[in-house]
């Protein structure tokens, strides 16, 4: 029987994306929506960009693993969990048999063998700088992710990435210790020999992990990237992943159980490559989970839309100005303020689209943005002083590269002639009126975006 795979998209693509998810049941709505999901992060790994950081993250670890390590240990030591260090990196590379003892032993000996006495100031802020990079890569993986142009301050990012560098550990390794002192108390002892509590404290046993490596996701995906992220989302993106790696897991350690081949080929890069291998999958999962959050935290971008849309200039110019003016509309009117997400639901386009205009807008110094979450958008100026021909002049330059202007173009006098015409219509089309003369006058159709 010979399948017909257009038929089979055509059929998946009414079932999951052409029937409004609120037709259904509460437990079809969570399957539609669960399986959106997994085709938009096929989509997404499709793409290559996934793929692509995940790799970047792969040498930047290994780079700024052995850094990490030594300033956590040196941590670590001054609270006596030092020790624990290495029953941690053995149990992460557990998957990897024997290969995994064996580069375990080998990143503590060359965590042992730094000194930070030694170092001097220099070699000290070269090894905190090392592990920054490392951070600051990730922070730039899940702002692509988050659809997040720009990431932390300077100052912003030194504190936040120190914090989990010096905090972060002694966090987890706290956690760690609490959870096993209570595993050995006589209450839980007790509980253990009742044939009923004994075995539900057994699942509880076997669910802890998961329980632990969620909790580490979901505090990971709220704290890189540069926007807020609803803990709720965190903790389902958290969840899947922490399945993931569990599950990536007995399956890579299947496969070294039969790379004897690969040894025989590679000989003694076979570790370094298993190694590396394990170390791209990791980071593969903690970034599909990170797409996950996102998706969950923003049903707006659950779309089979491209990722990368390019603009046209007539779309660009009046998107543009419907931004403008509908911002000066509810300004004048002091109604509450825009957001790039009601903007967006009421313009019927993309957020990141709305957001590209909108941070060009602020660039040109025609918008302003508040320090609210989400930030509110106001005009930059007074509407009256704000003129049609200025807007319209602002939109145009958006994307405009300093090393491409109009002046470095050549001269030629039939180009100019024409240009200056344009410029001459564009004039006498918009006169002299200003925003505020557009919002007092002008009808318009644009209505409040409505809750989702």
Partial sequence: MKLDIGAIGQLWHQLVWERPLESGSRGKRLLVTALRIVQLIVRDLAEGQLTLRAMGLVYTTLLSMVPLLAVSFSVLKGFGVHNQVQPMLLKLMEPLGEKGVEITNQIIAF?????????????????????????????????????VPRTRPLSQRVSDYLSVILIGPVLVFTAIGITASLARTS?????????????????????????????????????????????RAAIIGGLVASILWQFTGWVFAAFVVNSAKYTAIYSVFATLIVFLIWLYLNWLIVLVG??????????????????????????????????????????????????VATLAETLNVGADIVQRIVDGLVETRLLATTADEPPCLLPASALESLTLREVLSAIRRIGEQRSITLDV????????????????????????????????????????????
């Fill in 111 to 147: 965590v042992d063998n730094v000194q930070v006495g030694v170092l001097g100031a220099v070699g000290l802020g070269l090894l905190f700088y090392t592990v920054i990079s490392l951070l600051q890569k990730v922070e730039r993986a899940f702002n692509y992710t988050w659809r």
């Fill in 187 to 231: 209450f839980v002892q007790t509980l253990i020999q009742h044939p009923v509590l004994g075995s539900l404290m057994e699942v509880i046993a076997h669910l802890l992990p998961y329980g632990l490596m969620t909790t580490v996701f979901a505090f990971v995906y709220v704290l890189f990237p540069n926007t807020r992220v609803q803990v």
């Fill in 290 to 339: 990170c797409t996950i959050t996102f998706y969950v935290q923003h049903p707006e971008y659950r779309n089979l839309r491209p990722r990368i849309v390019r603009l046209s200039n007539r779309v660009r110019e009046k998107l543009g100005l419907c931004v403008m003016i509908c911002v000066a509309r509810r300004f004048h009117a002091r109604e509450p303020c825009w957001t």
């Fill in 409 to 452: 173009l050549p001269q030629d006098e039939t180009v100019d002639a024409l240009t200056g015409e344009i410029e001459a219509a564009i004039d006498t089309a918009t006169g002299d009126r200003t925003l505020l003369d557009i919002v007092r006058d002008e009808p318009h159709s644009a209505q409040s975006p409505q809750k989702a």
